[in-house]
């Protein structure tokens, strides 16, 4: 039996006290420009997701406190492209936003899921960022300006 995505996934925005957000590039649809995202594991809550999310795509544990429920939900339509991970008939999604603040940049370690990344100011990552949730979520960032103590 085939295993399918569930439609409830995570966005999380890392960048660190001075503007700067990652972005990774798709392998899949190279040009595809985005921040850390997961569909949910059976079980998992949000959290748990997007912390697990973070360690797979760019090797980081979440330090402690780093790691903001933005407490946004938004559905979305599945691009058509990825509808094939899902089960038959599911179009929509339901994307939890998350900030992970860092006071700098890391050291990233992108997965096999990505082919490179780049941090930017958060002002050029809004218009490079391919999916309006995650241009929303970056906007949020850029008027959040909470830092890490």
């Known amino acids: 039996m085939r295993s399918y995505k569930q439609p409830e996934s995570v966005l999380v925005v890392v960048a660190t006290n001075s503007d700067e957000v990652l972005l990774l590039e798709r392998r899949d649809w190279p040009g595809f420009w ?12 949000p959290e748990q997701t997007a912390k697990r999310e973070v ?20 559905w979305y339509t599945i691009y058509p492209e990825f509808r094939h991970r899902y089960a038959p008939g599911t179009t929509q999604n339901l994307e939890h936003c998350f900030q992970l603040r860092l006071p700098e ?7 096999q899921e990505h082919t490179r990344y780049q941090w930017l100011p958060a002002s050029q990552a809004l218009t490079i960022a391919k999916t309006t949730t995650n241009q929303a979520a970056i906007s949020r960032w850029l008027l959040s300006g909470r830092e890490v103590k």
């Open 105 to 111: 940049r890391c050291i990233v370690q992108i997965s």
């Open 34 to 45: 985005q921040s850390i995202t997961g569909s949910l594991e059976p079980l998992e809550t």
């Open 55 to 74: 360690f797979e795509e760019i090797g980081l544990i979440v330090p402690e406190g780093a790691l903001m429920d933005c407490g946004q939900a938004t």
